[in-house]
């Protein structure tokens, strides 16, 4: 293949590849990141299905609670020598709370995977096969209007988007481990563990704040995960755009 043939082809130039076409691209990559998928129905009935609604409801408050949960013993650490016992003990109580209340809605719902074992056990393939349906629909007009963009332009963006996508996952691990291969009971116990040796020894009691701000990074960590899935369905729009231009 010549030089000649390199640079006439519209995969390699980027004469398109404008400010104006790239704001295009990311606007759709905002609405489709953005997007709300319509629920799927679970199939549930009863106390399960009102136990999903609870936690569909209060999916997003654990990294808030966490966050606050965080302010509150860094502050507890830098102000208990001038504070008294009491105030102490009333903002750790409410620390804990808070923590305990972030802890509670993601154990309501992995509670849930027992009413969804049932359902794969009779239907294997049931809540793919409505997800591919519901999420190959849905994306159609971010299709379409990718469609409409220059290929470069969607190429190049998708290059930077892919970078966000692995940064994100690489920030997580950095902070917090690889919880999504460690497990977060087995990351609770390993935690318990820690606090109970850092309790124990005669570094002090501020060494304890390290297995709280640990805790509450896991919990940031299970929460990104919904957002690099996220990230990953707009890839994959971002891919489906590119594979069918005409070569």
Known sequence: MTDQHLTDSPLVTAENISQDEIEKVIDIIRRATTAVLPPLPSGLKGNWLRLEEFTNKHERKPIWLALTFILISLALYFLQPYIGRQAMLLAGAMASSLELAAIGILVCDMIL?????????????????????????????????????????????????????????????????????LGLFPAIAALALLWHNLSQSGIGPWSLVLAIVILAFHLLNLYSFGLQQRMDRVIAILDASNSIRPK
């Open 113 to 181: 995977i027992i009413p969804t074992m049932t359902i794969l056990r009779s239907e294997p393939f049931h809540f793919v096969l409505n997800l591919l349906e519901l999420g190959a629909i849905f994306d159609l007009k971010f299709i379409h209007a990718l469609d409409k963009c220059s290929p470069q332009s969607v190429q190049y963006v998708t290059k930077q988007y892919q970078y966000q996508r692995i940064a994100l996952e690489k920030r997580g691990a950095a902070l917090s481990g690889s919880i999504d291969k």
